[in-house]
């Protein structure tokens, strides 16, 4: 059973740092892309950042520069580096698994990122 749990997420001021994990288990790790996505109250889900299975990443504009997403196959974590934060960075954080077909994509629960001004 796939499980990813999420945390490091808190309460920040502006221009501070976080640094988020997620902690994935019941699956074949290093052969998945993975990714962190955000959720502000009233907005939609939107991608923060995704890395391949390889390595290779990508980032939302609104965060590039400033947020790292890594991975550490031996031991089935992701990792968020946030630095610079800003209040509009406040949202729900989620690592995501990548599904390799249609319905096998999967969520974490979560954890919150708050940044005060």
């Known amino acids: 059973q796939v499980q990813l749990v999420e945390s490091g997420g808190g309460l920040v001021q502006a221009g501070g740092s976080l640094r988020l994990s997620c902690a994935a288990s019941?699956?074949?790790?290093?052969?998945?892309?993975m990714a962190w996505f955000r959720q502000a109250p009233g907005k939609e889900r939107e991608l923060v950042a995704h890395?391949?299975?390889?390595?290779?990443?990508n980032y939302a504009d609104s965060v590039k520069g400033r947020f790292t997403i890594s991975r550490d196959n031996a031991k089935k974590m992701v990792y968020l580096q946030m630095n610079s934060l800003k209040p509009e960075d406040t949202a729900v954080y989620y690592c995501?698994?990548?599904?390799?077909?249609?319905?096998?994509?999967?969520w974490g629960r979560g954890t919150q990122v708050t940044v005060s001004s």
């Open positions: 995501k698994k990548i599904g390799l077909f249609s319905g096998d994509d999967y």
């Open positions: 890395i391949t299975s390889g390595g290779s990443t």
């Open positions: 019941g699956l074949t790790f290093n052969t998945y892309a």
